[in-house]
């Protein structure tokens, strides 16, 4: 794609993509980064809140649904990829910094970013020598190299990203399970020429490879220590907390790693003794244990609801203690062409035009929780139009005689009946399908809403596209963050249809158009940044052409931070607090 040398190009492609975002610090935590302990709104937005290195106590998460996977072969929520880093690290990783900062990428188990050779597709990486996991025994990279094999296989691990298997020059090679190879190393595409070297070969030049380098995928798993699927139970640490008690579906703590050596790992700070989860936990009951201070951390970050949002901000001492992060992340609604009468473009736009835009924003909070989407990119991202194809600022309510004709078209003029797919443990989910059920329903398009778990929906329903087809769920609540902040990190994993798999998994099951997967080859091939994010905006506009998704909010999100938290701050990498970096007042 580029010409440049690879890292000043990521380097560059990074700054590109702060200087639009115009929100938060530029600085990372050190003696020149802005702190405070004076609680404010927004204290913990671009600076660092009530800054403390002192270590000790149980930091304690909670979380209203189940983990997708504690796997890191087999993740995909944002939450768990911020989470991750407390037992496993990657090649490289985001900066633990405030604000924009935390979009660079640092080096983590690898001694610098990639070294790239062959026009992109060549791209190596040495790691810290004398690196040890929890148990003992020595990381290699060979290590790496496995975790990377087990990703490709999507039918043990249906839930990570394909961007390796979209890129490495595989050869055929689909899982290690299926390798006899000393190791279960077969995969040519990476080599391991020692134990401190890796070699990744791809397919096709990419140029930001080193964000592929941050995924879960190459976190070292022991080949001798694999069971597969089961391996979540027993994962072996390569971070500075171990796991200590694991209750599949209750709960899980970790707890120190003894064998972690902090003099290899310059960025995490490890303040607590003991890190501590609960699942399962009703999202109205973890914003009362927030508010009385009996928990720390809502892990999914997915911001208070709306009635506590309400609480906070008319009580000044409440609001003090809260902040509204901003997102690459847009909260929106599937609409499956696989589900008759959905498989015509009419009837897809029928619910485009009748949505009430309004209502979709207040599900999620109304002014804290975002504005009204009109397309799929969100504005901070390079390449975002801000392009409104069906008008719906004009119509926020939704347009009614719009829909009745599209209605008309597709040959549905009393309308039709449709099941819409939400997660149970999401009450904003939930809020979001009553408001299409009202707003539909004014032209004749029933919704029945249908709830799922959401440690499982995308692996087993509203990612599976023969149960997504089998049960009618035309409509799919569905929220996505950008991998990245650029074009590529953001758009590839939920409009290309080439990455849409039997096993489940999928983030994409609606957007299924050859002229966007051609788009999307152009944009890799375009060397010109400018040039490559209007191609960005392009593959955004055909989409939306396409009717294939209903874009609802442009997400930002109301965090509360309890008077015990210390050193947080909002990470624009993940889109809420920096995770790795939190610690808790003992006194």
Request: some cysteine.
């Amino acid at each position: 794609m580029k010409r440049r040398p690879a890292i000043a190009a990521l380097a560059a492609a990074t700054a590109f993509a702060l200087a639009l975002t115009g929100c938060g610090s530029s600085t990372s935590p050190s003696s020149s980064t802005k702190t405070s302990v004076t609680p404010k709104f927004n204290a913990a937005n671009g600076a660092i809140f009530n800054p403390s290195t002192k270590k000790g106590g149980t930091l304690t998460y909670a979380n209203s649904g189940d983990w997708d996977n504690l796997d890191p072969a087999d993740t995909y929520y944002g939450y768990s990829w911020n989470f991750i880093r407390y037992y496993g690290r990657s090649l490289v990783m985001f900066k633990p910094a405030p604000g924009d900062a935390g979009t660079q990428l640092v080096p983590d188990l690898a001694t610098s970013l990639g070294q790239s050779s062959d026009g992109g597709k060549t791209w190596t990486y040495h790691i810290r020598p004398g690196l040890k996991y929890s148990d003992g025994t020595t990381i290699t990279t060979k290590d790496i190299k496995y975790d990377v094999e087990r990703t490709l296989d999507k039918t043990v691990f249906p839930n990570g990203p394909t961007y390796f298997n979209d890129f490495l020059d595989l050869q055929g090679y689909t899982t290690p399970y299926k390798d006899n190879t000393p190791g279960r190393l077969g995969l040519k595409a990476i080599e391991t020429p020692d134990d401190n070297t890796i070699i990744f070969h791809l397919a096709k030049p990419f140029s930001s490879f080193d964000y592929f380098a941050m995924l879960p995928a190459t976190i070292p798993v022991p080949e001798a220590k694999d069971t597969g699927a089961t391996y979540k139970t027993h994962i072996v640490s390569s971070g500075p907390y171990m796991f200590d008690t694991y209750v599949p579906g209750k709960s899980f703590s970790l707890k120190r790693n003894p064998n972690w050596d902090p003099k290899s790992d310059p960025y995490r700070t490890a303040l607590p003794d003991e890190i501590s989860v609960k699942l399962n936990v009703n999202a109205e009951e973890i914003d009362r244990e927030l508010l009385n201070g009996t928990l720390d951390v809502d892990v999914a970050s997915g911001g208070v609801q709306t009635d506590t949002q309400a609480q906070i901000v008319n009580d000044p001492t409440k609001k003090s203690r809260a902040d509204l992060a901003p997102l690459a992340r847009l909260w929106y609604t599937s609409i499956n062409s696989d589900v008759a009468p959905l498989n015509n473009i009419d009837c897809r736009k029928a619910v485009e035009l009748a949505a009430d835009h309004d209502g979709f924003l207040r599900a999620f909070g109304g002014t804290y929780g975002g504005v009204i989407a009109t397309s799929m990119m969100p504005p901070i991202l390079p390449g975002a139009t801000k392009a409104d194809p069906y008008n719906f600022l004009a119509n926020k309510n939704g347009d009614a005689n719009a829909a009745k004709q599209e209605l008309q078209k597709c040959g549905q003029p009393n309308g039709f009946t449709v099941n819409m797919a939400y997660r149970a443990e999401r009450p904003k989910e939930k809020a979001e399908g009553e408001a299409l059920q009202q707003s539909l329903g004014k032209v004749g398009i029933h919704v029945n809403l249908k709830p799922y778990p959401q440690g499982d929906y995308y692996k087993l329903y509203a990612g599976k596209p023969d149960f997504a087809k089998a049960n009618d769920l035309g409509l799919m609540a569905n929220g996505w963050g950008a991998d990245w902040p650029e074009g590529f990190g953001y758009l590839s994993q939920i409009v290309d249809s080439r990455v849409i798999r039997a096993t489940g998994g999928n983030s994409n099951l609606s957007v299924k158009d050859p002229k966007v997967d051609s788009m999307i080859d152009q944009a890799l091939q375009t060397t010109d940044a400018s040039a490559r994010n209007q191609v960005w905006g392009q593959i955004d506009a055909q989409v939306m052409s396409d009717a294939f998704v209903l874009p609802g909010v442009w997400a930002s999100v109301l965090l509360y931070r309890p008077p015990a938290l210390t050193n947080v701050y909002v990470n624009n990498g993940f889109g809420g607090y920096d995770f790795m970096s939190l610690g808790v007042n003992t006194s």
